[in-house]
């Protein structure tokens, strides 16, 4: 596989959500240590769509990549709990996400709506019932231990 190519594909199947309104918000918030939720976001959907490639697992790569882009599209800082909506962020933002997108992008595959719905397995009890949100699933808890450690590292 070249990355040259992923890479490529990524930046074309990406575009449109990159590209809209309301997700350069998402740089403005951190989402773990110092990584900002966009830049946390892109990651996820960029290894889950690397992950699908090298393992050969067929999925619908621009509902993966949109839906990984998406699933932490909740649009606030969750670290200050004056304006958060609640105080059960880890259990919550996959609905705040949802909601967002819809709103946002209109008419979401149900592949989409299952990777942001679904991608706090375990700590939320249901599930992904798609490959792809199996692989948004992984690639975030991946994501996620990483960008804890690096900052740890700081």
Known sequence: ??????????????KDVVGS???????????HGTTSTFDHVV???????????????RVDER????GGLLHDYYLYDWHD????????HGFTHPGHALRN?????GD???????????H????HPLPPTTREGWLVCLADKICTVQEFFAARQR
Do not use: C
């Open 120 to 123: 706090m397995f375990p700590f």
């Open 101 to 105: 997108a819809e709103q946002d992008f």
């Open 81 to 88: 709990h004056e304006h958060a909506p609640d105080n059960w």
């Open 108 to 118: 979401l595959t149900p592949i989409e709506r299952d990777v942001i719905s679904r």
């Open 43 to 57: 990651s996820v959907s960029y290894r889950a769509l690397a992950l699908a490639r090298g393992l050969r697992i």
């Open 1 to 14: 596989m070249s990355l040259d190519k992923l890479k490529r594909d990524f930046d074309e199947l990406s």
């Open 63 to 66: 509902s993966l990549v949109r």
């Open 21 to 31: 309104h309301r997700v350069p918000l998402m740089r403005t918030f951190i989402q």
